[in-house]
């Protein structure tokens, strides 16, 4: 029996001056089997940050270093969301508990710095007070409040 999925999104970004951008994209999908491919009926990515140059080149338009801070927000409707088997290290349907993964609250600080990206994340920084759910997939529980750091370099860029 053929499996069809249908999925519309949609996408508007706004930006305020040169400092403010709210970005936004939603995703509304249906699948014709439920118990073969379940998915999340509807799903929200919310991206809000001010960005700024910190430095431009002399006698030049063109920033050396542009800052990013903003947080970005995750929420999508309950579903059943596959369970992990780590001896097998697949993932496979569950039906026994629905998630709704959300809301789950990013807060960043991006720097880019020439070709270099520098960043610092605090993952999941609502969990305690926004969101009661504690797992992301069957039995396994979502990562806590937590900070990260990073630097991404392409050493090619077209």
Not at 30 to 35: A, G, L, M, V, W
Not at 48 to 58: C, G, L, R, S, T
Not at 119 to 137: M, R
Request: hydrophobic share 40%; charged share 15%.
């Amino acid at each position: 029996r053929p499996l069809s999925v249908l999925s519309a999104s949609l996408q508007k970004n706004f930006v305020f001056g040169d400092l403010v951008h709210l970005d936004n994209r939603a995703l509304l999908q249906f699948s014709s089997n439920e118990e073969v491919l379940p998915l999340p009926r509807l799903a929200l990515n919310l991206r809000y940050y001010i960005e700024f140059p910190v430095q431009k080149y002399p006698d030049s338009q063109e920033n050396v270093m542009t800052m990013q801070i903003g947080v970005d927000g995750l929420w999508n409707t309950r579903w059943y969301s596959p369970s992990w088997n780590p001896n097998l290290g697949v993932f496979y349907n569950q039906n026994k508990i629905l998630y709704n993964n959300g809301p789950v609250f990013d807060a960043f600080v991006n720097i880019q710095w020439k070709r270099a990206c520098i960043f610092v994340k605090g993952g999941n920084i609502g969990q305690n007070s926004l969101s009661k759910e504690y797992f992301s997939a069957y039995r396994y529980t979502r990562p806590q409040t937590h900070l990260k750091f990073g630097l991404f370099w392409p050493f090619y860029i077209k």
